[in-house]
């Protein structure tokens, strides 16, 4: 099937600042798409999650992009703070209702005080 | 939220032995979880979804003799990993799917075979 890539890269903001982690998906036939939040040695969280009739959908502190015309996927996260540093993952899944995600690759989010 | 656990959270090892990682839903029947495989700084991979009362379904590339899978009741799915060797040292997620798109996560059990 369609792959991820498996790099990490990084991304260092100051405390305060907005943060912009981007994703690019490969499989044209998914319609579903999630944002994990993933702390050091701990199971990926939730963040927040966006259908493909959508193109834009907003929760506290963060925001979700959806270009499928590039197939790119990105999270705003508004006032980073320390507590957000982690790995954020993004993930896909096909139509149909079977739901079996696919993660992306993650980027490193490190927030400075 | 729902929560799942894993058990042991840690496991240390020696090659040839084989390991055994609980997934529990505490709140919530769960009829399909997922195991997934974590390298350091890499991706969560998938390895296969197990479905309550019937086999596993392996992802391509993935041993189903080396990972055994048992989904024997609706909050409990395990993962035997059978005569481990080093290079099966990962971090172990499970996750138990809840609603339609639902997807709850456990905190990972850190697999070291020595």
């Known amino acids: 099937g369609e792959s991820v890539g498996l790099h990490l890269p990084t991304l260092s903001v100051q405390e305060g600042d907005n943060s912009i982690i981007n994703c690019a998906y490969s499989?044209?036939?998914?319609?579903?798409f999630i944002w994990y939040k993933q702390e050091s040695g701990k199971g990926p969280q939730f963040i927040i999650d966006?259908?493909?009739?959508?193109d834009k959908r907003q929760g506290q502190r963060v925001t979700v992009l959806l270009n499928k015309t590039v197939k790119h996927l990105s999270l705003q996260i508004a006032a980073t703070q320390p507590g957000d540093s982690a790995v954020y993952f993004c993930a896909e899944s096909p139509s149909g209702g079977s739901y079996i995600p696919t993660f992306g690759r993650g980027t490193s989010l490190i927030v400075h005080p | 939220g729902a929560v799942v656990s894993q058990h042991p959270s840690r496991v240390i090892c020696k090659s040839g032995t084989s390991v055994k990682i609980e997934c529990r839903s505490l709140?919530?029947?769960?009829?399909?979880m997922f195991w997934y495989r974590q390298f350091p700084k890499q991706s969560l991979m998938l390895m296969a979804t197990s479905n309550e009362g019937s086999k596993a379904t392996y992802e391509q590339g993935v041993e189903k003799d080396k990972f055994l899978i048992n989904h024997a009741s609706l909050t409990l799915s395990t993962l035997t990993v059978t005569s481990a060797h080093p290079e099966d040292s990962s971090f172990y997620i499970c996750?138990?799917?809840?609603?339609?798109?639902?997807?709850?996560f456990g905190p990972g059990t850190r697999l070291t075979v020595l």
């Open positions: 966006i259908r493909s009739n959508m």
């Open positions: 499989n044209s036939a998914s319609d579903y």
């Open positions: 996750s138990a799917k809840g609603g339609v798109n639902e997807q709850f």
């Open positions: 709140d919530f029947q769960a009829t399909t």
